[in-house]
């Protein structure tokens, strides 16, 4: 499985923006039945989960900080996942990633959805930068 984040950019206080996530694998493959999750590093915090999305169980959980703020979304027919970032503030810049895994019950049991350790796969990150 292969991932690949776009749409990062540099943005003002209180603007949106919204990143992509393609996600590819060998002839056949579809991203049905993966759980997607969206995460983000900076030096200071580490990297912490932001937000994640399983359609075979109709979960989208997502970190405080990201609450009323961000959207998950994904599309299965174009292999992409997406997260709308609204009223975005200084303390979301950081590097964004996608991550993927097939569901485990460790997922589902710890509700460790939002867990780094819990994800396969990742991409390379794009940079969101957020400025006043």
């Known amino acids: 499985v292969q991932l690949v984040e776009t749409g990062g950019d540099s943005v003002q206080v209180g603007g949106s923006l919204t990143v992509s996530c393609a996600v590819a694998?060998?002839?056949?493959?579809?991203?049905?039945?993966?759980?997607i999750g969206w995460f983000r590093q900076d030096p200071e915090k580490g990297l912490e989960g932001v937000a994640g999305?399983?359609?075979?169980?109709?979960?989208?959980p997502y970190a405080d900080a990201a609450k009323g703020r961000f959207t998950i979304s994904r599309d299965d027919a174009k292999s992409m996942v997406y997260l709308q970032m609204n009223n975005l503030t200084p303390e979301d810049t950081a590097m964004y990633y996608c991550?993927?895994?097939?569901?485990?019950?460790?997922?589902?049991?710890?509700?460790?959805?939002?867990?780094?350790?819990?994800?396969?796969?990742w991409g390379q990150g794009t940079q969101v930068t957020v400025s006043s």
């Open positions: 999305i399983y359609t075979g169980g109709n979960r989208t």
């Open positions: 694998g060998a002839a056949g493959f579809s991203i049905n039945g993966l759980v």
């Open positions: 991550a993927a895994t097939l569901l485990k019950s460790s997922l589902i049991q710890r509700e460790a959805w939002l867990v780094p350790s819990e994800y396969n796969y």
